[in-house]
């Protein structure tokens, strides 16, 4: 752990993301804790960045066309865009871990019908999936959170299942099996744990990933729907006052692109650090 | 190679027929009716029942399906629910405008990405390597809406330089040689700067970890030992060994271009494929989904097969690995 603070972008990226999560946990605290208020529209709608409005409330990133706090509501969405973001990796390393981990140790056609699916899957266009998805039901977080996970787990099995292959011919293996382990307990005991540090490095990668396509959704209008605030529905109720205030559409960018690139870092130091073969296959 | 080709070309298929068939299935199970969507709130239970006569959508599934690959193969992509008009004509009109796009954005940010991670290699953690690694990180971080949604703002908004959107309007229909491609050019500038950006910041990164796994290789010191110039060691040797999983990548980036594009299209109304989808996703067009993904699932993976097959032109190995 010191080691990878000591790595500059690992400190970086773990610094972003540790205050992104603690200003999205202490929302209420740091905020003026109501992202949809809207009070007196026409008093404090449009106020620029680091100003006050008629009624002499502060708005340190100005407010939207409904007089709604940019702050406030960036904070607010941290938590949804951080939330969907978390929970759709935490799907995908369900299912990816399952996955890779049953093709890598069962041999024969229980693997290779996984492995063709995991094929498959990885050469479907993704976005187009999650458009379908997302734009066919109803739109809601809880949707766009499955949507994002299961169009997101063939990488992580992939990685599971080369780890596993590799791993159940060691002798520490054979030596669990010949001490009578059944094979359920020796694939969770011991050959998962060893299995799991370039998964990490993956979830890393994909959180950021998540989280771009969770705006992404959200932005074309099939994400999590306003007046909850996520970053990516900022961004599109930006887009439509981009010439009066221009603010509104920036500051959740901003947001992102820092979270996707600290996400980025952390990743790539995690990995020098973990494994420093693999350092440029991956990326 | 023939061999080769051919279970490519089979997979490929298998893939394009897979999206297919799953796209079917979605658009199905998902509620929404698109003949009510069609025919609004006040349609009678009998004028339901005929439109959806009319459309062959009261015939059971695999019927459906049947009926839809074979017409689709004979050509007959059907009529657009929403727009009456034949989904041919809509697609044949949207992909031109996202292949310029897309190819013309995987050719410059690949040429960039490759100026760009071979500087930094042959200068690997020197201060310049560093500044574009964190540059390239960055750009390729940035979501392509927010960044398109950027330019417009200093391009059309501030700098008042480039046009947003109109790309599919008919202005252009009346001007005449030079000033008509002008126009074109214009309004392709912030869609194709928007996805080239990005396409620098991953392609530089890639190159770069490319180049330096191999100027680690015996070979280069050998290259070095015998006394050739830098230029000469990363031109020639290093380079042209990099060079194939490089290719290798470009193919494999063409689905994420593509969804790039997806976004990229919504930002500035750019008349393509993209743009179709969405709003044929939102209307419940099911000719037109059905179409649409399946022209994308065979673009893609036309891509991935062309980049396959230059890597084993650049590279004798993959060549004799396949055989």
């Not at chain 1, 439509?240 to 692109?257: C, E, K, R, S, Y």
């Not at chain 2, 002008?182 to 620098?200: E, F, Q």
Request: one cysteine or more; glycine letters at 10%; charged letters at 15%.
């Amino acid at each position: 752990m010191t080691r990878l603070l000591r790595d500059r972008r690992g400190a970086f990226g773990a610094i972003v993301l540790l205050s992104v999560i603690l200003c999205a946990a202490a929302a209420p605290l740091v905020t003026s804790g109501a992202p949809a208020a809207q009070r007196d529209i026409v008093a404090t709608r449009f106020v620029a960045p680091l100003s006050s409005d008629a009624h002499g409330v502060f708005h340190p990133i100005g407010t939207d066309r409904f007089g709604r706090d940019v702050w406030t509501r960036l904070v607010y969405g941290a938590r949804i865009s951080m939330g969907v973001g978390v929970l759709s990796v935490f799907v995908s390393l369900l299912l990816g871990i399952a996955i890779g981990a049953v093709a890598g140790y069962w041999q024969g056609p229980i693997s290779l019908t996984l492995l063709g699916l995991t094929d498959f899957a990885l050469s479907l266009p993704r976005v187009v999936l999650l458009l379908l998805l997302a734009a066919l039901w109803q739109p809601s977080t809880a949707l766009v959170v499955s949507v994002l996970g299961l169009t997101g787990w063939m990488g992580i099995a992939r990685l599971v299942h080369g780890e596993v292959r590799t791993l159940a011919a060691r002798p520490f293996v054979e030596g669990a099996v010949a001490v009578g382990g059944r094979r359920l307990r020796v694939l969770a005991r011991h050959i998962l744990p060893n299995a799991l540090t370039p998964v990490i490095v993956a979830a890393a990668l994909g959180l950021g990933n998540a989280i771009t396509l969770e705006a992404g959704l959200s932005y074309l209008g099939l994400g999590v729907q306003p007046p909850t605030p996520s970053w990516g529905n900022m961004m599109a109720s930006g887009r439509d006052t981009l010439v009066n205030a221009p603010w509104v559409a920036i500051a959740p960018g901003v947001a992102l692109v820092l979270v996707v690139i600290a996400c980025a870092l952390l990743g790539d130091a995690l990995r020098d650090q973990l494994d420093p073969s693999v350092r440029s296959v991956a990326s | 190679m023939f061999a080769r080709l051919g279970q490519r070309l089979l997979t490929g298929s298998a893939v394009v027929l897979g999206v297919v068939i799953l796209t079917f299935l979605l658009l199905h199970v998902a509620p929404g009716d698109p003949v009510r969507l069609m025919l609004g709130p006040t349609a009678t239970p009998e004028q339901l029942a005929a439109q959806r006569r009319a459309l062959d959508l009261d015939k059971p599934l695999p019927s459906q399906f049947a009926s839809w690959v074979g017409r689709f193969a004979r050509g007959d992509w059907g009529t657009s629910i929403a727009k009456g008009r034949p989904v041919r004509a809509v697609l044949g009109a949207a992909w031109p405008a996202t292949v310029r796009l897309v190819a013309l954005s995987l050719l410059l940010s690949y040429l960039l990405g490759l100026a760009v991670g071979v500087v930094q290699a042959a200068r690997s953690g020197s201060r310049t390597d560093t500044l574009l690694s964190v540059t390239s990180v960055t750009l390729f971080a940035i979501p392509g809406y927010w960044l398109g949604l950027m330019l417009v703002l200093v391009f059309t908004y501030w700098a008042r330089l480039l046009p947003a959107f109109g790309a599919a309007g008919f202005d252009s229909d009346f001007l005449t040689g030079g000033a008509f491609v002008a126009d074109r050019l214009r309004h392709l500038i912030l869609p194709l700067a928007t996805l080239t950006v990005i396409g620098i910041g991953g392609a530089a990164r890639f190159v770069r970890g490319a180049m330096l796994d191999t100027l680690h290789q015996p070979f280069i010191m050998t290259a070095r030992a015998k006394g050739l110039a830098q230029r000469r060691v990363i031109g020639r040797h290093a380079l042209r060994n990099a060079l194939t999983p490089i290719v290798i990548l470009l193919g494999l980036s063409l689905p994420a271009l593509f969804s790039g594009a997806v976004f990229v299209e919504a930002v500035f109304a750019w008349p393509g494929v993209g743009r179709v989808l969405v709003e044929a996703v939102q209307a419940r067009d099911y000719p037109v989904v059905m179409a649409a993904t399946a022209v994308s699932a065979v673009l893609v993976v036309a891509g991935n097969m062309l980049a396959d097959l230059l890597a084993a032109w650049l590279d004798p190995r993959v060549r004799s690995a396949a055989a």
